[in-house]
């Protein structure tokens, strides 16, 4: 049939390639020998999954990653402010280690105190991936019949409104950064070691009632 078909309202995920000679290796010497603040498992009990200092800022832990964090802050702040079109300065208000193993998994959920999130890839393989969730058309608070669409076939004009999420394959280096809201995660991971930078943004100053509190 004849008809205009408009996209509304796309959701940015973008992809920085930085730097991360010797990061994993630093993680291995001097944050995964040292057991404390160590999560395991965050809140979904799966212990293939450890989380380090994942109440914590690591940059402010380790002044050696002060090149890795400045980096970050201004890949975030090119997000923001460029590819988002905010003008407000983001820091970063937490940063943590995710070590999992072959099978573990992190169920999708999504960040509190941030307007930005990131996750920079530090031991990755061909097998890794994240997947993101579409915020749209899922009712989480009320009891809903569900209908869902055939993600099999092709649409007949291309379309991909109907995919309930996205699966992105991931290598050493690569930084993605996505709203805050976006729900996120991945199942029965197959690279050994799985290992990843999160971190979370939010503007050092906003024209509203309420600031936001910075670890420094
Ligand atoms: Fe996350």
Redesign the pocket.
């Known amino acids: 049939m004849k008809h205009q078909t408009i996209g509304l309202f796309a959701q940015p995920l973008v992809r920085l390639q930085m730097n991360v000679n010797g990061i994993a290796e630093f993680f291995d010497s001097e944050i995964k020998s040292e057991n404390g603040r160590v999560n395991k498992g965050g809140d979904m009990g799966d212990e293939s999954l450890i989380h380090y200092h994942n109440d914590h800022n690591v940059f402010r832990l380790y002044d050696q990653l002060a090149d890795l964090e400045s980096e970050i802050l201004k890949g975030a702040n090119f997000v923001y402010r460029n590819v988002m079109n905010f003008d407000s300065e983001l820091g970063i208000t937490n940063a943590w280690f995710n070590e999992c193993a072959i099978g573990g998994s992190?169920f999708m959920?999504n960040?509190c105190n941030a307007v930005l999130?990131g996750?920079l890839y530090l031991r990755t393989d061909e097998k890794t991936f994240i997947q993101f969730q579409n915020p749209f058309g899922i009712s989480e608070t009320v009891c809903n019949l569900t209908d869902l669409p055939n993600t099999k076939r092709d649409n007949p004009y291309g379309y991909h409104f109907h995919f309930p999420q996205v699966t992105c394959v991931v290598e050493n280096g690569v930084c993605l950064f996505w709203p805050s809201y976006i729900k996120?995660g991945y199942y029965n991971n197959q690279t050994p070691g799985r290992l990843s930078l999160?971190f979370n943004l939010m503007p050092r100053s906003f024209s509203g009632l309420y600031n936001p509190y910075f670890s420094s």
Request: charged share 0%.
């Open positions: 992190q959920h960040h999130c996750t996120h999160s």
